[in-house]
């Protein structure tokens, strides 16, 4: 079995409008911060990257496409999974990390343990 464990690089955040190394469309794993009852707490996300003016086309179960248009630069949330107010785009703010997650380019039964 190959090991797949390992270290990424995280980027910091400084100014949601000056965020270098991304490339367009690639999916981004990122930590942003959200206010719970309790006080802060961290999340993280699997998003999207896309420059302002990207044409995003989904799908909803029964085929019928939803175009949705970026208005700007950045990290954004692809909610496909169709419930009843059909797929959602929209922009992730408050992003203060972001990394690339490899794809392993292994096939899944190489790596993966069904315990049952």
């Given amino acids: 079995m190959q090991n797949l464990t390992g270290s990424y690089v995280w980027?910091?955040?400084s100014d949601e409008h000056k965020i270098v190394g991304v490339k367009e469309s690639r999916e981004y794993l990122v930590c942003f911060?959200?206010?719970?009852k309790?006080?802060?707490v961290w999340k993280m996300?699997?998003?999207?990257?896309?420059?302002?003016?990207a044409k995003i086309t989904l799908?909803?179960?029964?085929?019928?496409?939803?175009?949705?248009?970026t208005g700007a630069d950045g990290f954004y949330i692809?909610?496909?999974?169709?419930?009843?107010?059909?797929?959602?785009?929209?922009?992730?703010?408050?992003?203060k990390y972001?990394?690339?997650i490899p794809e392993p380019g292994v096939k899944p039964?190489?790596?993966?343990?069904?315990?049952?």
């Fill in 109 to 116: 039964d190489d790596t993966l343990t069904i315990v049952g």
């Fill in 33 to 36: 911060e959200v206010e719970e």
């Fill in 59 to 69: 799908c909803d179960s029964d085929g019928t496409p939803h175009n949705f248009r």
């Fill in 78 to 95: 692809i909610d496909d999974i169709g419930d009843s107010k059909g797929p959602r785009c929209f922009k992730l703010r408050g992003v």
């Fill in 38 to 40: 309790s006080g802060p």
């Fill in 98 to 100: 972001w990394t690339e």
């Fill in 45 to 53: 996300k699997l998003v999207h990257w896309y420059e302002k003016g």
């Fill in 11 to 13: 980027h910091y955040v």
